[in-house]
């Protein structure tokens, strides 16, 4: 084992940043001016993955690992790089540095690692905006071209346990997305939603990633539920809280292993917004709207790489 400062920072994104409406497509079928002519077929739903635009999270823990990590072994088999449980918030936004937090000087032993592991305390909040190229319906009363996210915006889908962000449907001109976030509890007459995701490649980036919710000790699947079930959106609750709070656990196969060798004194950390964005679009018997009803627009975790310099 080797002692050398660390200190954990990221670099700029690999890509573009987003303007305030534009949308960089990664599945998403797009015309000649950049906006989204993908829609959801009559009586179902469809789902493209742009690049997502700018996300707020608060990490507890990020480690690092000589294999593949489950639940129920990370917290032995892989090495701490940051643990706080008050958590430290960081704001992605593609193409932009942004200082992921750090314990200062450690002790990390030489080898290699293929996988991440990211306890996130609460929620991705997202802040987003994408163009269509025809009117579409959000979840308020106006419909427009430009859908973007509600700040501050909880929504669940009354009688299930199920839930998507708010999303906004206007104007171009009219847009000012801010930080949204989702999530979903049990309520009488619904059905259960699994809160697990084992390794599996993630649709929208192609990572190799697993996922579950768990209680604090960070290793004990949550399974919250309640007697009553909300029936719309609350803004009052401010930036993702949630009682009790969930921590989220991330698991990512690396693209490239981390190697750590004797001369190493640094670590970076990026990340990759291609494809980490998401667009739900619904037609069915709730959305009556001829061009379709956005009922999801967030980013979801996006694909992180570690260099050893």
Known sequence: MRIFAVFL???????????AIATHASSCSLNADGEITDSAPSGGNTYCFPDFQEARVTFTKILVCPSEPTRTDYLTKCLPLFENDAGAKVTLSSAVDFPMPSNGPMSVSTG????????????IESKFSVTFDSARKGSGSTDGTTCYTEGNEEVWKSGFNFAHTNVICDAAANANPG???????????????????DWTADPGTGAERASYWVENDGVTLQNYSSSTCPSGPLSSVGEATFQPAPKHLNFQ??????????STSTIEFSFDSSGAGLVKQTKNGTCSFSGGCVTALRSKAPEFSIVAR
């Not at 920072?9 to 303007?19: C, L």
């Open 253 to 262: 196969k690396l693209a490239v292993p981390l190697v750590i060798t004797p």
């Open 179 to 197: 930080f949204s976030f989702e999530y979903s509890l049990y309520c009488p007459g619904g059905t259960n939603r699994t809160n697990t995701k």
């Open 9 to 19: 920072f990221a670099t700029s994104s690999f890509w573009v940043t987003n303007q």
């Open 112 to 123: 290699t690692y293929t996988h991440l592991v990211m306890v996130i305390n609460g929620f």
